[in-house]
């Protein structure tokens, strides 16, 4: 890949609005195709907002009838705002296009980021973005989930919706995302969303470093309904800023994504 150059679009009291970041993308994107630009990487912080990717359900969206943007990304509903860093690389891919290989560049990067903070963070099999591990005594199975469902907690409870679907924010806060750890739980750091469009990417990823985990207690994070949500703050027991993990990221994205070898496939 070519060099890969940095835009900051704002942070902090400037943070970005997600539908003028989403036409900022677009633009770039326009410019990537013919080659106006080299492969460029937009960081940013967010206002607050919920964006739903294409495969996302309406029993995973907010209880309350949060309004959400629906977006041209893969994946599911997400939220972004202050404390989470955000990165939307604009990338000519190698060809032959490989949109897995490009998800697993960007997990790498934060894998790396996180370790130079001191923390250790991995992949979890069938599931993008980057993770700290819960107990393995709690975690999922290869045969699907498994559920932690107390008595009188399936379809006949409230817990459950009409279908019998188990949706935890119907229990009470010390089963919402942003408590998995007190759970013993996995529990997602950093995640993923991509569209490639002509062999050029949008959209990208979502650091958590101090922000509001509580805003994810109103739907399903990514549809993921037995793991949760972290931060670097929270893990690491100490404020990890934004404008702390900023440089790191970007040196890593950029050792990442420069690399002309794409990386293995494999989780």
Do not use: D, F, K, T
């Given at each position: 890949m070519s060099e890969l150059r940095f835009v900051h679009l704002g942070f902090g009291e400037e943070a970005v609005e997600y539908r003028e970041a989403w036409q900022r993308q677009r633009e770039v994107h326009a410019a990537r195709l013919a080659d106006e630009v080299p492969d460029t990487c937009l960081l940013l912080e967010h206002q607050p907002v919920y964006t739903a990717g294409r495969r996302t359900e309406d029993s995973e969206r907010p209880l309350d009838g949060t309004p959400v943007v629906d977006v041209d990304r893969g994946g599911k509903i997400t939220w972004h705002g202050p404390g989470q860093l955000v990165g939307y690389p604009i990338l000519r891919l190698p060809r032959p296009v490989d949109v897995i290989a490009h998800v697993r560049r960007l997990e790498e990067a934060l894998i790396r980021t996180c370790a130079e903070f001191g923390l250790e963070t991995t992949r979890v099999e069938g599931r993008s973005g980057v993770w700290v591990l819960g107990d393995p005594a709690r975690r999922p199975g290869p045969g699907g989930l498994e559920l932690d469902l107390a008595p009188g907690a399936?379809?006949?409870?409230p817990a459950g919706d009409e279908d019998g679907e188990y949706d935890p924010r119907l229990r009470g806060p010390e089963y919402a995302p942003s408590n998995?750890?007190?759970?013993?739980e996995d529990r997602k750091l950093g995640a993923i969303g991509v569209r490639v469009a002509k062999g050029v990417t949008m959209h990208g990823f979502s650091l958590n470093c101090d922000p509001d985990n509580t805003w994810f207690d109103r739907i399903v994070p990514c549809g993921i309904r037995d793991a949760g949500v972290t931060s670097?703050?929270?893990e690491l027991?100490?404020?990890?800023?934004v404008a702390e993990v900023l440089p790191v990221a970007e040196k890593h994205l950029r050792a990442v994504l420069e690399e002309e070898a794409p990386l293995p496939r494999a989780v």
């Open positions: 399936g379809a006949s409870s998995a750890g007190q759970r013993g670097l703050s929270q027991g100490g404020r990890v800023s």
